[in-house]
C-alpha cells in the first residue's frame, strides 16, 4: 500500500502562483509514477500533470503547459506542483496519485484550489 498526503492549497487571485506538495509513504519502493489530477463539481477528473519516478520524466494538460511544473524529491518521497499564473478555470480539488504500473490505483484526499478573478 501507498498513503499519500497532499497539502498547500488555498484561496488566490488569479495570477497569483501556489505549490502543491504529496507525500508519500508505505511501499513508495515500487512506485512507477506520481501524478495531479483535479476535479470540480459535476465534472469528471482529470489529468493535470505527472511524472515517471525513476527518470523523472513529466507530461503535462495542454491545459496547463507552461504555467505547471511537476518535480520530485526522491529523498522525501515527495512531488510538488508548482502553478503559476492561475486562471479561475484551475480552480477545483486537486488530487495527488500514485501508479505502481501503468494506471494510478493510489489517491490522496484531495486539497481545495480556489483562484478568484
Known amino acids: 500500500q501507498v498513503q499519500l498526503v497532499e497539502s498547500g492549497g488555498g484561496l488566490v487571485q488569479a495570477g497569483d502562483s501556489l505549490r502543491l506538495s504529496c507525500a508519500a509513504s508505505g511501499r513508495t519502493f515500487s512506485l512507477y509514477a506520481m501524478g495531479w489530477f483535479r476535479q470540480t463539481p459535476g465534472s469528471q477528473r482529470e489529468f493535470v500533470s505527472g511524472l515517471t519516478w525513476s527518470d523523472g520524466k513529466t507530461t503535462y494538460a495542454d491545459s496547463v503547459k507552461g504555467r505547471f511544473t511537476v518535480s520530485k524529491d526522491n529523498a522525501k518521497n515527495t512531488v510538488f506542483l508548482q502553478m503559476n499564473s492561475l486562471k479561475p478555470e484551475d480552480t477545483a480539488v486537486y488530487y495527488c496519485?500514485?501508479?505502481?504500473?501503468?494506471?494510478?490505483?493510489?489517491w490522496g484526499q484531495g486539497t481545495q484550489v480556489t483562484v478568484s478573478s
Open positions: 496519485a500514485a501508479a505502481r504500473t501503468y494506471s494510478y490505483e493510489y
